[in-house]
């Protein structure tokens, strides 16, 4: 039904909205999480800002297995090489992730103030430290990571973990945490009341002028000082895969110059922009649910601004330009790309009204009474 070319590009396209659909979803989670001892100043309201995620976290996170399992399934190298070489900030992000399950059923189960408070930041852990890792991922997509492919496909790490904290990486873990962060305080505001509410509240006129200024710097950073590799020679859309058939010089145009050259995709940025500071702007008053829509819509912009801004690189290689793996060039066979994607067609849909299904019966807001009174509560 669709040919290599095609179907290359649609599970592009439909990785990027998994993408998406983690980042919202888990963004959300991760920024309660990062919020929950300094929103929360006693007890009561803590297991308040717990519930409003308690209930939905393990649903969203199954985005972030999808994802992984996608990649191992599309684009066999990009997994081998992410994977391998960036082990140890993955084992980083999955050991802070342990901190999850456990701080979520375990705080409750000892009735002592210091026990809490030390599942509470490790919560705290479990939410900021993947943030944080995962902009630090992003940033390095854009600058390049050290890898090379022997003749036989084979992928070679050649950095270590020490090289990924460039200072552009680092300020997109810090965007990304101020993101998350500003996503779950806008949560926070949607789905409580009280002194949370108002916490809530306050935490996102803070946050938002600092991250719209981060995210100036972050785009004028890469813009005018990050070198693009360019592609002079290739074998074709449709060619079978093979990363090393094709010729690619270190240093092209530039990032801006490849969005000039496709000047639509400069929605993406605008998006991320006008979404983000929306959000920032809405969020100070009452209109809590247009600010999380906002704010939505900004991070969805960001991403969307990685995804055109590296199209068709999946990754670059910045010690062997002509490693560097495209969409073009690293995916599975056309059979495999085809059986996959009539699999997503019929159960992803299933897995989406079940989510709609499970937040439609869960949805309201939470306070001291309703956590306090109901039992299938996280007390």
Not at 145 to 171: E, I, K, N, V
Not at 175 to 204: D, M, N, P, Y
């Amino acid at each position: 039904m669709f040919d290599y070319e095609t179907i290359r590009l649609i599970w592009w396209l439909f990785i990027g909205v998994v993408a998406i659909a983690f980042a919202l979803t888990e963004g959300f989670d991760f920024g309660v999480c990062t919020l929950l001892p300094f929103v929360g100043k006693t007890d009561l309201e803590r297991r308040v800002i717990i519930n409003t995620v308690g209930a939905t976290w393990e649903g969203n996170q199954v985005w972030l297995v999808l994802l992984g399992g996608a990649i191992f399934a599309i684009w066999p190298p990009v997994y081998a090489t992410l994977f391998s070489g960036l082990y140890i900030a993955m084992l980083l992000v999955l050991f802070a992730l342990f901190f999850r399950p456990a701080g979520f059923d375990y705080r409750s189960k000892v009735a002592d103030s210091s026990w809490r408070n030390a599942w509470d930041w490790g919560l705290f852990i479990g939410g900021t430290l993947p943030s944080i890792l995962f902009g630090v991922l992003a940033g390095n997509l854009l600058l390049g990571l050290p890898f090379h492919l022997d003749q036989d496909l084979r992928s070679f790490y050649d950095g270590s973990f020490w090289g990924l904290l460039h200072p552009f990486a680092l300020l997109c873990g810090v965007i990304a945490l101020l993101c998350t962060t500003l996503h779950g305080a806008l949560f926070l505001k949607l789905r409580t009341e009280g002194q949370i509410r108002q916490r809530a509240a306050s935490t996102v006129g803070t946050l938002g002028p600092v991250l719209l200024l981060l995210l100036v710097i972050a785009f004028a950073w890469a813009f005018m000082f990050i070198a693009r590799p360019e592609i002079t020679q290739m074998a074709g859309s449709n060619a079978p895969s093979n990363p090393l058939n094709k010729t690619v010089i270190a240093v092209g145009p530039g990032w801006l110059a490849h969005f000039m050259q496709h000047r639509w995709m400069l929605i993406a940025p605008l998006l991320g922009f006008v979404g983000l500071g929306t959000a920032w702007f809405l969020g100070k008053g009452h209109n809590a649910l247009a600010a999380f829509i906002a704010n939505s819509l900004g991070m969805s912009g960001l991403l969307l601004t990685l995804g055109f801004g590296l199209f068709p690189f999946l990754l670059i290689s910045v010690t062997d330009p002509q490693s560097s793996l495209t969409l073009w060039d690293a995916s599975s066979s056309h059979f495999t790309l085809l059986l996959a994607f009539w699999i997503t067609v019929i159960f992803l849909p299933i897995v989406l009204l079940y989510t709609r299904w499970v937040y439609k019966i869960l949805w309201g807001s939470i306070t001291e009474a309703s956590v306090t009174n109901d039992t299938h509560t996280f007390y």
